[in-house]
């Protein structure tokens, strides 16, 4: 079993910067990527960044060159800075972690509670 506990979240202006963190607990060495995903309400839940355990990273087109994930270090400490934030990043985000995948078919068996970002135009 894995737990993940997001933090970092807040209100910002429109052009911006948040980091968010997100640390996971227990067979951390069962996890093979893991990932941020956001959510609006009444929308789907879309995957933002993924970090995989060989180093490599995957990008939403919105957030490519304003969003970097890294793992700063630690296997179970995973990181979401945020730069040039717009209105239109305002949403629930969760910290997931699991087998990963491709882009277009990600797969996470656990997720975090969720931490709110706000963005102000």
């Known amino acids: 079993q894995v737990h993940l506990a997001e933090s970092g979240g807040g209100s910002v202006q429109a052009g911006g910067s948040l980091r968010l963190s997100c640390t996971a607990y227990g067979d951390i060495y069962s996890i093979y990527s893991m990932a941020w995903f956001r959510q609006i309400p009444g929308k789907e839940r879309e995957a933002v960044a993924a970090?995989?355990?060989?180093?490599?990273?995957k990008y939403a087109d919105s957030v490519k060159g304003r969003f970097a994930v890294s793992k700063d270090g630690a296997e179970n400490f995973l990181t979401l800075r945020m730069t040039s934030l717009k209105p239109e990043d305002t949403a629930m985000y969760y910290c997931?972690?699991?087998?990963?995948?491709?882009?277009?078919?990600?797969?996470?068996?656990?997720w975090g509670q969720g931490t709110q970002v706000t963005v102000a135009s």
């Open positions: 970090l995989d355990r060989d180093g490599s990273t």
């Open positions: 997931a972690a699991g087998p990963g995948g491709s882009w277009s078919n990600l797969r996470y068996n656990y």
